[in-house]
């Protein structure tokens, strides 16, 4: 099966390595999603797509040797145990290989963090610097508090009934602890890094723009620019401070929500004239974008 450049919150898991054994359902995880996978096997690969969503791979037990790389970049290798972790924010695409290093039964936790809720946390954190705040990636890492707001979710994930409140409360402290101890502000950022010239920048999001209703694809942007689909990602992500795929669906949430403002089209008309077909696909994403329904977007503003 051809692996896509982006996919989903809920299709990620498909892509990794792992046989799903909880996964959370219900009203208690808005905001914050988790699934508990096994690797049945001594060694595996995979390649990931990207998604919207940073995401934490928080392992149970077991302990393995992860390489990771994005394009043909050199392979980046992690020794990885208990309570070891990797954050993994709205990037590119990579592959992974990995092998077990010993005979313990191999089992890590995926949490997937909304930007909603990611956002008011960097509000609370930064201010009015918000705007500016972006999660770095880290791989292999060991955070005590962080091991310990995990273990308290996974009991709740494993749980037959997860408390809505304890679950949420939970949701907001990793989000602020990721704020706090994760996020750069990236104009107070030394590090400068290759990006897109403004005047192409600028075309390039142009020609988005006129084409909002379009699937979003990847390799048509980098044709239209001249380069790699890996070499536009980097470029464009370091000219606009997010991810092709991210702007694209930027672009639709806010002409979505002028529609919404300014026209009494139904919902699904706006889904479709933004680019859905599927009206509770296009709902899902005005949610974790906005917070609110379409239906309640409308009535609020």
């Known amino acids: ?90 990037g590119s695409p990579y592959d992974c290989n990995w092998r077990s290093l010993s005979t313990e039964p191999l089992e890590y936790m995926l949490v997937v963090i909304e930007l909603s809720l990611l956002q008011r946390a960097f509000e609370e ?76 920048l600028k075309r390039m999001t142009d020609w988005m723009t006129e084409h909002i209703s379009e699937e979003f694809n990847l390799a048509r942007l980098a044709a239209l620019a001249g380069v790699s689909k890996f070499h536009f990602h980097r470029l464009f992500k370091s000219a606009a401070g997010v991810s092709p795929a991210q702007y694209h669906i930027h672009l639709r949430m806010d002409a979505a929500r002028r529609l919404l403002r300014e026209t009494t089209k139904s919902v699904v008309d706006v889904a479709l004239e933004v680019g859905y077909t599927n009206p509770s696909h296009f709902a899902k994403l005005f949610h974790r974008e906005t917070g609110l329904s379409p239906s309640n977007y409308r009535r609020e503003r």
Request: glycine fraction near 8%; avoid cysteine.
């Open 1 to 90: 099966m051809p692996i896509p450049d982006t996919t989903s919150a809920e299709g990620l898991e498909k892509y990794l390595n792992g046989r799903s054994k909880y996964s959370s359902k219900g009203e208690a995880w808005k905001g914050i999603t988790a699934s508990v996978l096994t690797l049945d096997m001594k060694s595996g690969g995979s390649s990931v797509p990207s998604i919207n969503e940073p995401y934490l791979m928080w392992f149970v037990s077991g302990e393995l040797e992860i390489k990771e790389r994005e394009g043909n970049n050199p392979w980046l290798t992690s020794r990885v145990k208990r309570k070891t972790f990797f954050l993994t924010t709205s």
């Open 125 to 200: 954190v930064f201010g009015a610097d918000a705007i500016h705040a972006k999660l770095q990636d880290v791989s292999g890492f060991t955070d005590a508090a962080l091991s310990s707001l995990m273990e308290r979710l996974y009991g709740e994930l494993i749980s037959q009934k997860a408390s809505t409140l304890y679950v949420q409360g939970l949701a907001q402290a990793v989000a602020i602890h990721l704020a706090r101890n994760y996020a750069l502000l990236a104009k107070k950022s030394r590090k400068v890094s290759p990006s897109l010239p403004g005047y192409k």
